[in-house]
């Protein structure tokens, strides 16, 4: 039985293990542009600055592919070929034929829609290939870690428009690091490219279009504290700022934006990620999101033909289907793929909705719906200022907890998502609070006053943050 | 602030003295050469004269103490905004003022002998020694039987090998401070893990065995004068000689130190030190681990770089497992540096298991 997997992420090489560990005698080929080795994505921030070298953001061995028997063809892949049963490769190489497909290409950084998005000194942070384009722009190159091994070994069979070519970079042109460094997006990567840009003694402008920094997530008070982090940082936060341009002859120059121009010499576009699967073509059925639509089980329109991770459009919790750009789930789902692959019938369940960052210095952890605008929700906020600062927002239905969201502490999102579970009341939830703590020893735990517990009693004193507003969106 | 995690990204990486550039290979010559002399010269003794100590050990531990108070400044400025690491660092450095550098330096002036109260056996290999028993006042004799064959067992069981390796314990406490700066270069390869388990083992058996044999010597009284002179004679190749050369002063101080800018500063600890072996096991057998958050884990191998000790942390962390490893000093690194606060280090009861992983169907709204 020949397996191949397309894609050396997560849910590729989760799939990959499965497959293994089940049936030691199967062919496994996995095809990757980006990489030799799989590597954690969400750690690209720390070997930009230095905190870890590239070595140490690779979860396993570098022999474990010669361990397990899994042949590497490092190419781009240019199409699925469904009659021939074979995955059609760039730059003249033969196809790989196969008997099961997992498709686990992941995602791709949307491309900035402006004029001047693919000017020199202009890039993204999703892939290996721009971690050294920034490090580039930043350093002049990687750090002591030094850098993957084979970084151009795609070079061979790649295109200019492919999200794993390193982008051309402005360092020696200025003869040194930006000056005047801009990141545009205010969401998860957008904020870890201002990070790694302040560590490295820059000060970034960072500009959102929304109202306050990652309205999905965040509300109005919290994001102001983050807000409030980036500034003491030396961050110019940019509020409510749309940019229209990026503006330079060869390398860029300034920003235009519909509140004046900035002066810019180098920029992160943030502005979220897409599924990676124009390249697909007809050979899959795809959504208008460009996921590539799978049943309960994974498997796409094709027989024997799977999709895992970033790239799929997976059935979630309301019924509709959307890719899920989550590093946990795309393990789980890898792991559920590596059992369909093995012919095993195997359902994705997910579960209630949880995450975790880390944003600045503040930790956030959130469990169940949240920010959704959930019919009738009402929201108990509670704000400490103490030994500690940290916020606590317990999303309500019916006096019934759905949701949490939580800034400056620990806590065990499994006890939280427990207690949605249970359908727990939120007096029940906040005089239990303390079993859900993940906090560090010797941090004081969290206080909650009683007059704050009651306000739900008081009726008129609960904190309404927003307006209850009609049906999940879908 | 929240007491916990990091604060502020690092760029280690990038400092060539941290990285082994030419300056870290210079620095680790340096304190190779200072660790010779120390044990096999004498140039120190007229500086420690010349100043009005005693000896030069009063000297060594006047620099070391110094090095560990300096090394705490550099630390808590990288890592100080951690409850935990800020009160661990208070006391350890505090042990090492007191109890190992004024408290010895004292004790003399008042005319009794020196005694250095944070050092117990076996690391402090002389301690159990029937000759150096028999030396001791009564009551400093008891201390030292009852901390090492008493104390350490139960402490260990309750809090883990934390409560000494690196609260208590000078070369836990160097390592944390002015070794700091290196802790990312510990090995984490599964075959430097192999080596440990076997190096360290056997240190502890020796550690054991040569106590035993001097126990053994002294109860024959010297009767059998083959015996008296293999194992306790002055020639550099008896048991008790050896002890002290390639142990106490070869492994501990000159590779022990010496090698802190190149493979980081536990390597002492970590391979060679029979007291870290022992409280192992007492830590295997206790209440200590280190508890993972499950499904929170994004791999990005923070915690398996920053643990001073060489643990795959990332493997537990991300296969969802709470673990308690032989070796885990209980820094607290790993989840300080943790961005996902998946780990926290407990002195949990055995009978609480993990939390069973949660993935429960939908609510139904």
Same mark, same amino acid.
């Given at each position: 039985m020949r397996v191949v997997i397309i894609g050396n992420g997560v849910a590729g090489i989760e799939a990959a293990l499965v497959v293994r560990e089940r049936e030691p005698s199967w062919d496994v080929t996995i095809v990757s542009e980006e990489s030799d080795h799989f590597f954690s994505r969400t750690a690209l921030m720390w070997v930009h600055t230095g905190q870890l070298s590239h070595r140490c953001i690779e979860p396993h061995d570098r022999d474990l592919y010669e361990r397990m028997g899994f042949e590497r063809v490092r190419a781009r892949a240019t199409g699925i070929d469904v009659g021939a049963r074979a995955v059609n490769l760039a730059g003249g190489m033969d196809p790989v034929p196969f008997d099961r497909l997992l498709i686990a290409c992941g995602s791709r950084p949307r491309p900035g829609p402006w004029d001047g998005s693919q000017l020199r000194g202009v890039g993204h942070f999703v892939t290996h290939q721009d971690l050294a384009w920034l490090e580039n722009e930043t350093y002049g190159g990687p750090s002591r870690g030094g850098p993957p091994p084979r970084p151009g070994g795609h070079l061979a069979a790649t295109?200019?428009? !492919?999200?794993?070519r390193v982008r051309p970079d402005g360092y020696a042109a200025r003869g040194g690091p930006p000056k005047q460094p801009a990141v545009i997006g205010g969401g998860l990567i957008g904020i870890e490219a201002v990070e790694v840009l302040v560590a490295a003694g820059l000060k970034p402008k960072f500009l959102i279009r929304e109202d306050w920094f990652w309205p999905m997530a965040l509300d109005e008070a919290e994001s102001t504290w983050v807000a409030e982090r980036m500034r003491h940082h030396g961050v110019d936060v940019r509020l409510d700022e749309n940019v229209e341009a990026l503006v330079g002859d060869d390398a860029i120059r300034a920003l235009k934006t519909d509140k004046g121009e900035l002066d810019c010499d180098c920029c992160v576009i943030a502005i979220g990620v897409i599924p990676n699967?124009?390249?697909l073509g007809e050979g899959v059925e795809l959504d208008r999101r460009g996921g590539v639509v799978v049943d309960g089980g994974l498997?796409? !329109?094709?027989?024997?033909v799977f999709a895992a991770g970033d790239c799929a459009s997976v059935p979630w919790y309301h019924g509709a289907k959307m890719p899920e750009q989550l590093w946990y789930t795309a393990r789980d789902q890898g792991r559920v793929a590596g059992r369909r692959l093995c012919g095993d019938q195997a359902e994705y369940a997910r579960g209630l909705w949880y995450n975790s960052a880390k944003l600045m210095d503040i930790e956030y952890t959130t469990a169940g719906l949240v920010s959704m605008n959930v019919e009738g929700e009402r929201n108990w906020f509670f704000e400490e200022r103490g030994k500690v600062r940290s916020t606590l927002r317990v999303v309500t239905v019916d006096d019934r907890v759905i949701g949490f969201n939580a800034l400056g502490r620990r806590w065990d999102h499994t006890v939280f998502n427990r207690w949605i579970a249970e359908h727990r009341s939120l007096r029940w939830v906040l005089d239990h609070v303390r079993e859900a703590s993940f906090d560090t020893e010797f941090v004081p735990p969290l206080t909650i006053p009683e007059e704050d517990k009651s306000k739900e009693l008081g009726g008129a004193a609960f904190s309404v943050i927003r307006d209850p507003m009609p049906a999940p969106r879908a | 602030m929240d007491l916990q995690g990091q604060n502020g990204l690092m760029t280690t990486f990038r400092e060539g003295w941290r990285s082994r550039s030419w300056i870290a290979w210079i620095l680790a010559a340096l304190l190779i050469g200072f660790y010779l002399d120390l044990y096999f010269r004498d140039d120190l003794t007229p500086i420690a004269s010349a100043i009005?100590?005693?000896?030069?050990w009063y000297l060594y531990g006047g620099l070391y103490t110094v090095a560990m108070a300096g090394g705490a400044v550099y630390y808590l400025r990288r890592h100080g905004n951690s409850r935990y690491n800020q009160i661990r660092i208070a006391v350890n450095v505090g042990v090492q003022l007191c109890l190992a550098w004024l408290l010895p330096f004292v004790m003399p002036m008042l005319g009794g002998r020196e005694f250095y109260f944070s050092y117990l056996w076996p690391l402090a290999y002389s301690d159990l020694w029937p000759s150096t028993l028999a030396s001791l006042p009564i009551y400093l004799a008891l201390y030292s039987l009852i901390m090492a064959l008493v104390a350490t067992p139960i402490l260990a069981f309750v809090f883990g090998k934390r409560w000494y390796c690196s609260w208590v314990c000078g070369c836990g406490g160097l390592a944390n401070t002015f070794g700091d700066p290196w802790r990312h270069l510990t090995a984490t390869s599964t075959a430097s893990w192999r080596f440990e388990k076997v190096a360290v083992h056997t240190v502890m058996f020796v550690a054991i065995a040569s106590t035993s044999l001097l126990g053994l010597d002294y109860l024959l009284d010297g009767q059998s004068g083959t015996f008296h002179w293999i194992v306790g004679g002055s020639q550099f190749w008896s048991v008790k000689e050896l002890y002290k050369l390639v142990i106490g002063a070869i492994l501990a101080g000159v590779v022990g130190v010496g090698f802190y800018p190149l493979f980081g500063p536990r390597v002492w600890c970590r391979n060679f030190c029979p007291m870290a072996a022992m409280l192992g096991l007492f830590q295997k057998l206790g209440r200590f681990r280190i508890t993972v958050k499950p499904d929170m884990c994004i791999s990005c191998g923070n915690c398996t770089t920053y643990c001073e000790m060489g643990i795959d942390v990332r493997s537990y962390a991300q296969s969802n497992e709470s673990f308690t490893r032989a070796a885990c000093v209980g820094c607290g690194m790993c989840a300080h540096v943790c961005p996902r606060g998946v780990l926290k280090l407990e002195n949990a009861s055995n009978l609480q298991t993990d939390k069973a992983r949660v993935r429960l169907p939908v609510v139904d709204i």
């Open positions: 295109t200019d428009d !492919s999200p794993y699967t124009e390249w498997q796409t !329109s094709v027989e024997g | 009005g100590l005693k000896n030069k």
